[in-house]
């Protein structure tokens, strides 16, 4: 039986976007996988792990913008009701502390949490619902945009927009340009966004957040083989690759490979394929771009947004930052 013209009869799953995004990202000669894929429900657990070793200072430095400036960030939003959505918002547990505060400065506003990961959105409506009971949440699980351009037919009210906790990193600079241009385009004049961006600062702390001795950013990098392995019906062997970081001071970014320890074939069941991987060949999975303060301001020019105020921790580790359109 020809293997290549009878794939969608005995491999279904190639259909799902997961399969498709794994076979081009594996197909090229400098393979990648994307970082997207990562927050499965072990993803999700391990990421929270993340987000609590003192060496991730992403989240710490967020909070603690969150807990100082809360008043400052409500103020700078300026209008007394909006529609707030949050893109890739994850367990919440920052956001937290400004829902809270705008609550309970008499805000009306809504909270539209979305996320790639259903897992997460049921826990963070779950604690929102008993911790902060007068809040409206309506939580929508799957792709950015699409719940963006959905709000814009049905949305009245101005909105507010936070891509929080330096998600933006992960697009390389040519995307997160598109990405913010699209994102331009959903929004009516005068809305607003929030957005983080993890500041350029020593490139040993940078090098650290992405490499703790205890291994749990390996343990999350190596869980996307894992999830391959489940979803996919595939055999890469967890013990055969190994988890390797990098930073670049000029460029500012960091970036994660899985390092293959041998020459191995790996079969995806539900691609119908097999992989062969070199002795220390390389996959890329993730991109986490660190910027300059300037660098964000050119970004906004270049997306059409203008930059109202930086809001920024004690170290000027971590900037959100508040654009208007
Ligand atoms: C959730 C994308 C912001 O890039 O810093 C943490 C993910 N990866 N440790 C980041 C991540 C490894 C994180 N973001």
């Known amino acids: 039986m020809p293997t290549h013209s009878s794939a969608a009869a005995n491999a279904p799953a ?58 400052a960030i409500l103020k700078a939003i300026g209008s007394p009701s909006f529609h707030l959505l949050e893109l890739g918002a994850g367990d919440g547990y920052k956001t937290q502390v400004l829902l809270r505060h705008f ?5 009306a506003f809504d909270y539209q949490p979305v996320d790639i990961s259903e897992n997460v959105l049921i826990e963070l409506e779950q604690r929102l619902r008993e911790e902060l009971p007068g809040l409206k949440v309506n939580p929508l699980a ?45 929004l009516n004049t005068g809305d607003k966004l929030l957005i983080g961006f993890d500041l350029k600062k020593d490139p040993a702390t940078i090098l650290k957040a992405y490499n703790d001795p205890e291994g749990i950013t390996a343990a999350f990098n190596l869980n996307l083989l894992k999830r391959i392995n489940r979803e996919l019906h595939a055999n890469f062997n967890l013990q ?32 119908n394929r097999s992989f062969f991987f070199d002795a220390w060949e390389a996959i890329q999975v993730e991109l986490s771009k660190k910027y300059s303060l300037h660098e964000v ?29």
């Open 103 to 107: 609550l309970e400065a008499g805000a």
């Open 240 to 271: 055969e690759f190994r988890h390797w970081e990098t930073y670049d001071p000029q460029s500012g970014e960091a970036r994660s490979y899985l390092v293959s320890q041998k020459p191995q074939h790996v079969f995806i069941r539900s691609l």
């Open 142 to 186: 799957g792709d950015y945009f699409k719940v963006l351009h959905e709000g814009r037919q049905s949305g009245q009210g101005s909105k507010v927009v936070l891509f929080l906790g330096a998600n933006i990193g992960n697009y390389p600079p040519t995307e997160a340009g598109r990405f913010l241009r699209q994102l331009y385009h959903e």
């Open 14 to 71: 190639v259909s799902t976007i997961f399969a498709q995004d794994v076979l081009s990202g594996l197909k090229q000669t400098a393979k990648t996988l994307p970082a997207k894929y990562f927050y499965d429900e072990h993803g999700d657990r391990l990421f929270q792990d993340i987000m609590h070793m003192p060496a991730y200072y992403l989240t710490g430095c967020e909070l603690e913008i969150f807990q100082q400036q809360q008043a």
């Open 297 to 325: 301001e050119a970004l906004a020019a270049a997306t059409g947004f203008q930059v109202q105020e930086h809001f920024t921790d004690s170290r000027d580790f971590f900037v959100d930052s508040l654009w208007v359109k």
